[in-house]
Each structure stands twice: as structure tokens, then as C-alpha cells.
């Protein structure tokens, strides 16, 4: 069982094995039809598309963030439509960085799907290894997927503004520096942070060639962030709970399983004046 990266080589090797299903994740945040346009043209043999807003959100209320979490049954459907079966080892890969995919690995997590892996350097990765790319779309026989829902792996609002008092949690944002400082905000109304929170911006989980970087690498990084605290304690959150996702990722490959995410993040935080802001 694959659950946490895959490399190009391993993928390459069980494209046509039983059991193996792989997700085309390719997203662009200004531009949401490109990442289907993308697959369209071209893709990983056998890959399904999810994308981010359609399959991977709820509809949008105003106040429930830029991509909130769909209903466990509602996204569970969805992977029967797609005719995934609990026992299927996931494959989700995205333009090259994680991000996107990291976003589908948590959610299958969240519904107990443990055999999700993220492919290691993405598409572009794939192009470079000279791998093999088709624009023939797949067809799956429609399966009756059935999860167990995790509902303790996320948390909401509410529930990061009643611990602010019991230090017994800590908020570490994914977002860039100068997005969790105030600095500048290209995408949110509102620039700032949720009082208390961390920085781990998710781009340091990758080295220059979007790779992630070794496990004790990792570890050695989000050690020095959590200190003393267990990883049940840290609740990672970001703009609209994606790039949330990748640290949560990485804090698995650290070997620091059970932090938590929120999923609403700072699209939902601000969506209420009322909630404390912090900058600088």
C-alpha cells in the first residue's frame, strides 16, 4: 500500500495492474477550466479528472470559504460515479508541485480511503521520464462506493475560535510570507492571519525541482515547528484549505500522522468581522 508519494517509475510499472487508479488534478486558481482543458489534450494513461472546483468543493455560500468541503456522502458518491472501490490504490498527480493532488489525497483520507498516494513531481515529472501521455478518456463501470468518514481529521470555525483560550492547538498557515504577514493578498479580500498561527509556507516541503524533500528533512523542519506538541494538535489551514492539504502531506511523510485540517481556512475566517485578525 502506497499512502503517502509514488514515483513516476512505480506508476509507470502498474498503469495496467488491477486496483490501480490514477486522478488527474490539474488546477490553475485564475484560470479554473485550464486544468481540464489540459487533460483533454493530454494525460497519464487511464486517468480520471477531478477537478477542483466541480468534484473536489461544495458550492460556494459566501461565507463557507472559496472551496469548502463537499458532504462526506455527497464526495463518496462522486467516487462511485467514478467507479473507484475501497480496496483501489490511488494515484493523484497534478502540474507538478502537489498542491492540487494533495487536495484529493486528504479528502479520500478523510472518508477512510487509505491506499492514496500523491505522484512525486506531478505531470511534469511524467514528461520529463519520457512516460507515455494520451488524450483518450477512460471509462469505469460505476461502483457503489462505500467509506467511514473521518470527521475528526477536520475542524471548523468554531472550533479553532473556542481553543484560541486553551493553547491546545496550533494553527500552522501554508500560505506564502508575505500572505501570512498582511503584506499582500492577490486572491482573498482581506489580507492577515488567524491570531496565533504559524507559518509553513508549503513551498518548503519541495526542493527546487518540486520534489518533496526526504523524510527526515521533513521531520527535522516540522520538529522544530511542533516542539513538544503532538501532531493531533496542529491544525493546518491556508486560503481555501488546499494548500493546507500539501502540509498536512508532508507532515505524514515526516512520520507526524494525525494532524488535523481546516478546511474553510482564511476565505471562511473573514467571511465573519467578527473573528480576530491578526498582521505584521
Known sequence: MFSTLVSTEILAAHLASPGW???????????????AQQYAKAHIPGASFAHLDRDLSAL???TNGRHP????AVFMAWLG???LNHGDQVV??????GTMAARLWWMLRWVGHDRAAVLDGGFEEWLVDGRATTAEIPAFAPSE???NPRPATQVDAAFVESHFEAN???????????????????IDPVAGRIPGAKNRFCGENLTPDSHFKPAGELRTE????????APQEIVHYCGSGVAACHNALAMEIAGFPGSRIYAGSWSEWIADPRRPQERG
Open 21 to 35: 487508479r490514477v486522478f488527474d488534478c490539474r488546477h490553475d486558481l485564475a484560470n479554473p477550466s485550464l486544468g
Open 81 to 83: 460515479k467514478q467507479g
Open 69 to 72: 468541503l463537499p458532504d462526506p
Open 145 to 147: 462506493y462505500r467509506g
Open 168 to 186: 491546545d492547538l496550533l494553527l500552522l498557515d501554508a500560505r506564502a510570507p508575505a500572505r501570512f504577514r498582511g503584506e499582500a493578498e492577490p
Open 92 to 97: 493523484a498527480y497534478d502540474a507538478g508541485n
Open 60 to 62: 460556494k455560500t459566501g
Open 222 to 229: 516540522f520538529g522544530a515547528l511542533l516542539g513538544d506538541r
